[in-house]
């Protein structure tokens, strides 16, 4: 089953046949004002495009995991992620040390965060998946966008060190990724208190099969959170969610150059639009703690923001502020399809489609 959802209208979500994902849950999807909503996803995490397709792929927080799919022009969602039975196709040699494919069954066993594609040819493309249900890893997956319903299949795994906690992702040129350790796992509090003081609490960790992890020459930061790659590989952009803060950390360059930039509010995912500018995702409250209160409630004092950045300048516009409901704030990760900002959240189903100015 899949859904169709139509997209600035206000009704119950229709479901549909399909033999490529499964249903998930109708919902109203009613606009506000100017800004239309595609429905049915839990705590929409991270969004990422499918190269050379409509398709949007949907990360899932928490309680909500998994893997959905968001078609740009009808709305229609189709869930990939948890699901029965799993197609599987390990590649050792590419993913040394992986145990074997996750559990995948149900949203508490496979619990996504971060996403990020690699485009590849013949419309198949490699997706990386933060993990966090069984085990702390990066999982990926090959994702054939020939069908008219992308099709996914886990391809292998790379398991976390230790103590590490992982929330971004990024492919590398050639080969590898980077992602970021924004604090020790099983962190108790400990760690975000000092963050949000601005002390660092984690880095950014480069991992290729032939080498395996190592940590980034200069990375360590308050929470390293949403990552992006340079198309060279020579720079890494990251936001900073407890300080308000981006950075740029240059990559195989002695010595490091870091240049950081303040944001109007707490940015959490980042993501490269066609023409060379990073958009970045986020929400904005007074200040920390009462951003972490209205992740629970409705608040009058904050909103969902997005910002464009110039990577060279290091400059950034703020291009789109929702106001905090009851059914959408807390922004994680944000992207331009066509005339549209999409923008997932923390608390709510829906994924807010923005027009541009």
Known sequence: MSVRCVVGLCGVVVLLASSHGES????????????????????????????GTAWVLVSGYEGNGGLRLAHARTGRVVQLLPTAKLRAKPDPKRYPGCPGAPSVSDKGAFNTHGLNVRRGPRRLHTVYVVHHGNRESIEIFEIDARPSVPVLTWVGCVIAPPLVGLNGVAPLPGDGFVATNPYPFGDTGTARQRAQ?????????????????????????????G??????????????????????????????????????????NIRWHTDGTLIAGGHFAPDVIRARECLQVACPDAASKVARIDPRAMTLKEIVSIPSTEHFFGATSAMQVGREIWIGAVRGDRVARHPLQ
């Open 24 to 51: 998930v849950t109708g919902a109203v999807c009613a606009p506000s004002g100017r800004v239309k909503f595609i429905c049915g996803l839990g705590s929409p995490e991270d969004l990422v495009a499918v190269p």
């Open 197 to 225: 003081a601005g002390q660092n609490t984690g880095d950014i960790l480069e991992w290729h099969a032939a080498s395996g992890w190592a940590t980034v020459p200069g990375s360590e930061a308050p929470a390293p959170n």
């Open 227 to 268: 990552i992006e790659v340079s198309p060279k590989g020579d720079w890494l952009y990251v936001n900073m969610w407890p300080v308000k803060k981006m950075m740029r950390l240059s990559r195989g360059k002695s010595p490091v150059q870091k240049d950081v930039i303040d944001v109007p509010f707490h940015p959490d």
